[in-house]
């Protein structure tokens, strides 16, 4: 599972990645999942529903990434814009 | 006399110079202290390459996330059409009485829905995802990545960011005018990908996309 966040002036950047069959691996992408959410960041995991269609889910806890997921893309959390 | 027409003749010269080069040692003197400022506050200089290799990943990214009609509509037309999911409308309260309604995504600019059946437009949603960590000095994401933004938000809980936009009437920053044309772009781009078939999109554009920026 890779974590990809998105940046001003880079585009993505990956920001960890490991298997989650792994614990240790886990574990490390556990601490940075919180770590972006503590930083005001969104989570959304881009999925492919069973008629081939694109969506996307967003996710509040590591718990809640489903299984299979391949990437986790983070971005900073939406604000109301010009009043 | 000649030492006169000679003095005469140099102060001229040295006006018209100083004319010519004032404009030019101003300039320089703002790139020496923004270098300055960047360097102290420690902002790299601006750089428009990396700009544009950031728009390019973002787009790649973008691609590889949204469905490939909504990727043609990008390239093709600079916005994305997303279906509203409630059953009453966008926000609560509303109701619709069934009628579906959409959104266009722009970069940088407010979210617009929309009826389609009617091409009426209902509301500005102006909504930022500014990254306070500001690597070069800017909050701001990316073109490709604001839209990705808003797909996926608006996808994964469409409530979530409508409550979080700020609303506003049609027009406040969008012109009502652009969005007819880009709802008429929209039509002519789907019938065209229609008539040629799934997949054959790329050439359906009625004009070349233009992702300009404005100020959600």
């Known amino acids: 599972m890779k974590f990809l966040r998105m940046r001003p002036g880079y585009g993505e950047q990956l920001i960890a990645e490991g298997d ?3 614990a240790e691996d886990e574990e490390r992408l556990v601490e940075e999942f919180r770590r972006q959410l503590d930083q005001g960041m969104w989570a959304a995991v881009p999925v492919e529903t069973d008629t081939g269609q694109r969506e996307a ?3 509040q806890t590591f718990e809640e990434i489903p299984a299979g997921t391949a990437r986790v893309i983070f971005f900073p959390r939406a604000a109301g814009g010009a009043r | 006399m000649q030492t006169a027409a000679l003095v005469a003749t140099a102060i001229v010269v040295v006006a018209l110079l100083w004319e010519t080069a004032t404009p030019w040692l101003s300039r320089r003197l703002e790139l020496l202290r923004g270098r300055r400022h960047n360097l102290v506050t420690g902002i790299p200089a601006y750089d428009p390459g990396r700009e544009r290799r950031a728009e390019q990943r973002a787009r790649e990214l973008l691609r590889s996330c ?3 009609e909504e990727w043609g509509m990008y390239r093709d037309l600079g916005f994305l059409r997303v279906w509203g999911g409630q059953a009453a409308g966008p926000e609560v309260g509303w109701d ?7 959104y266009l995504v722009y970069p940088h600019k407010p979210i617009v829905a929309y009826l389609p059946q009617t091409s009426q437009l209902l509301n500005e949603y102006c909504v930022e995802f500014p990254d306070e960590t500001r690597p070069y000095g800017s909050a701001r994401l990316p073109d490709s990545d604001d839209v990705l933004a808003k797909w996926m938000a608006l996808r994964g809980d469409e409530r979530r960011l409508i409550g979080e936009a700020n609303l506003h009437l049609p027009g406040r920053q969008v012109d009502p005018r652009k969005v007819q044309r880009d709802l008429w772009r929209l039509r002519q781009w789907e019938s065209a990908r229609i008539t040629q078939g799934s997949g054959a999109g790329a050439a359906a ?3 070349a996309a ?5 100020d959600a």
């Not at chain 2, 619709?96 to 959409?102: D, F, H, I, N, R």
Request: net charge negative.
């Open chain 2, 205 to 207: 554009s009625p004009s």
């Open chain 1, 57 to 59: 889910t967003l996710v």
């Open chain 2, 210 to 214: 233009d992702a300009g920026s404005g």
């Open chain 2, 66 to 68: 949204v469905n490939d």
């Open chain 1, 20 to 22: 989650v069959e792994v």
């Open chain 2, 96 to 102: 619709l009485g069934g009628a579906p309604y959409a």
